[in-house]
């Protein structure tokens, strides 16, 4: 059984590093595409109010540039043409690049002091690590939806949002809170209520790769019948790179301490990573993997995340489990809303 488990982790981790290596060498996305939404998050910073940072040039992203080609004193247009865009991103020359892999990418814009412009889809989120994550959103979001797990013993249903608020450009503050309905093919169902979530974290780094820092903890007040009411606590650090326009790697790492009922505290050391897809500018796809010590869990996933209407999502994910303390399999089902503060 342990042979059958570490084959499969092996396979499983081979997998995703041959997926990286594949993507890493693909084809960018359209340069127009890329500058909508690099304008939209350039523009946001600066103070002018360019909607959703979504890729698409709407009325609201128009009025800004146009806003901003009038206060630059450029021909005001409503366009991104190369003099707003050279003024806009501060670009001083376009360089060859290559990824880490050592694949040539293309040509990409630097800034006055030569860091690489590229973006990190930070709208896009995660499905199993949601918030332990290198972005801080721009807008106030909110998930709601539901997930299922099956386990071998039974199976649990979950039904709740979760969502961050912007309190300054470099911190976001989270939180989440379910409705649980646990099945057990050897007891009694059990409904009750999930211990609520808080966390926060803060941007380090953010010149062409992302790094941030975080932390959260669960408040014990969730129904210890579907296995809630722990004082949970713990730490963690997310990055993103762009290996070109069209894909973005993930990775984190933390450590957390969790309440176990029958016994001392356990101790998980998480690590994971992942690759986001942007196959236009409203569909993105989102492979994942994450293994957790102490807990014995590990699971690949793969989701979809829409873009519907002003940065609001439709959003969808399927896991699967490869360890014992993971979900054989589990759906996510949910929809995202974001609205700029």
Known sequence: MTMKIERKRIICLLMFILTIFILSGSDAVSE?????????????????NAGPIDGIMGEKTRQAVMRFQKDNGLPVSGNLDIDTENKLFGIDETHSTTNFLGIQTGNKSFDSTGEQSGSTFDHVHQFQSFFEDAPISTTVYIDSGLDYSDYDGGSLFSL?????????????VNAAFNLLFADFDYGDSEFGISDIYLGGKYNLYDKGTKLSAGGFLTLPVGSEDVGQGNFNFGAYCGMRHPLNEKYVITGNAGLSILEQAWGDDETSFSLGGGCIYAHNEKL????EVLLKTGIDYMMASGGVDYNWKNNNKFRGALGLGFDDGAPNYQLWVSFLFSQLI
Do not use: F
């Open 32 to 48: 127009e595409n890329y500058s909508i939404y690099d304008a939209q998050k350039e523009l946001t910073e600066k103070g002018y």
């Open 160 to 172: 709740g949002c979760r969502g961050g608020y912007p309190i300054a450009p470099k911190i976001e």
């Open 284 to 287: 993105n796809l989102i492979g």
